[in-house]
């Protein structure tokens, strides 16, 4: 069993920065690729940021690049995503995502197999 849980979420105003943390359990950690998605009312969970399993390469949607960056501590069980320069729409709630080899499209939400709870981001205008 894989426990995810989010945090770091809250309300902010356009330009602050925001850091969200995942701690996700499990004795294979450094195994894992792992993801940020975030989700609207009526829409679709979004990719948002992604990590290979050793941390050696990040993949990020054209709305966050250069703004957010996606880290991770495999000594820790940790992952995290620093959001800079928010803006009123990246507005959603943050799901952290864990995949399991084999790995699929890092950028699809069918890939993962694992999901935390959710964390609000509100960012006021």
């Known amino acids: 069993q894989v426990l995810l849980r989010e945090s770091g979420g809250g309300l902010v105003q356009a330009g602050d920065s925001l850091r969200l943390s995942c701690s996700v359990s499990g004795p294979t950690f450094n195994q894992y690729s792992l993801a940020w998605f975030r989700q609207t009312p009526g829409e679709e969970r979004e990719f948002v940021c992604g990590?290979?399993?050793?941390?050696?390469?990040?993949y990020y949607s054209n709305s966050v690049k250069g703004r957010f960056t996606i880290f991770r501590n495999n000594a820790k069980g940790m992952m995290y995503v620093q959001m800079n320069s928010l803006d009123p729409t990246d507005t959603a709630v943050y799901y952290c995502a864990v995949a399991r080899p084999p790995y699929g499209n890092i950028r699809s939400a069918t890939a993962y197999h694992y999901w935390g709870q959710g964390t609000q981001v509100s960012v006021s205008s």
């Open positions: 990590i290979t399993r050793t941390g050696n390469t990040t």
